[in-house]
């Protein structure tokens, strides 16, 4: 962990109207690994991977407290530009949300709303690279005309991968991407994500414990809003030093 932490939460405290949903929390994601978020329902998780690239902003009456570095740079401040923000550090749903737009628009949206597009020759070569990345290109490549809703779930998850991927992000938050596909697409998103680490800092929510041990280096475990552990993956799903953490992974509750 020697390199400067590409995402640091610092006593993050975050609030629903009067409810607290966030409690001083300190993680910090590291460039080039993959940090898991894992937990019970309503822990936080979704919460906690919105802020970073301030989703909740659009959420009325939520309130935030201590600071978010990117970069070593606060990125809470009004000032910041957050289409500039979510460009950089781009956002794949639980369940896929594809725009009703072809598979080609699909990817080519971002790169045209933030100027980005260039010649046809270059949004072409882009969209080509963000769906081999995304591991859909051999499946789409003939039919890129078609309707992103005639692909399949699975499908459909690749494809906002790859409309994530198109803006060259720098981090790439993933909430629970596997939880509404098949196990052969799942494994598809596990190999893309172990992938991806070569070049982005990812973060992951996952429900699934073997995922979280299958794809991270740290992993951070919270309970109703709280930092119980944080630690190297190995080190929490072999030996974790919470008692909490150990009930959590071994099904004990949760
Ligand atoms: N828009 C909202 N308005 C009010 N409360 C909210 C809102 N979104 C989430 N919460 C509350 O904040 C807490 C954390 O929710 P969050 O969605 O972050 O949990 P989670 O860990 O992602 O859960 P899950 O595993 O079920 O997705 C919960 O108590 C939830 O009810
Ligand atoms: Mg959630």
Same mark, same amino acid.
């Given at each position: 962990m020697s390199d400067q932490p590409k995402i640091e939460a610092k006593n993050l405290d975050f609030y629903y109207g009067a409810k607290? =949903?966030?409690?001083s929390l300190n993680i910090a994601c590291h460039p080039r690994k993959v940090t898991a978020i894992i937990g019970p &329902?309503?822990?936080g998780k979704s919460t906690f991977i919105r802020t970073l690239n301030r989703?909740?902003?659009?959420? =009325?009456?939520t309130r935030v407290a201590g600071d978010i570095l990117v970069d070593g740079s &606060?990125?809470?401040?009004?000032?910041?530009d957050v289409v500039e923000l979510r460009k950089r550090i781009g956002m794949v749903f639980q369940k896929p949300n594809p725009f009703p737009k072809s598979i080609f628009d699909n990817i080519a949206y971002g790169l045209r709303i933030n100027g980005m597009a260039g010649s046809r020759e270059h949004l072409e070569e882009v969209v080509e690279k963000s769906l081999v990345e995304a591991a859909l290109w051999d499946e789409v490549k003939d039919r890129?005309?078609?309707?992103?809703? =005639?692909? &399949?779930g699975g499908q459909q998850q690749r494809l906002c991968i790859a409309r994530a991927l198109a803006v060259e992000p720098e981090v790439i938050l993933f909430d629970?991407?596997?939880? =509404?596909?098949d196990p052969i697409a799942t494994a598809k998103i596990e190999d893309l994500i172990e992938r991806l680490k070569s070049t982005y800092t990812v973060v992951i929510v996952t429900h699934n414990m073997q995922q979280a041990a299958r794809v991270s280096d740290y992993t951070a475990f919270l309970m109703l809003g709280e930092l119980i552990e944080f630690d190297e993956t190995k080190k929490i799903f072999t030996?974790? &030093?919470q008692k909490m953490t150990e009930d959590y992974i071994t099904g004990r509750f949760g």
């Open positions: 607290q =949903a966030l409690k &329902s309503g822990c989703m909740n902003d659009v959420v =009325a009456g &606060s990125i809470l401040g009004p000032k910041i890129l005309k078609d309707n992103a809703f =005639a692909l &399949s629970e991407p596997c939880s =509404a596909i030996a974790p &030093s």
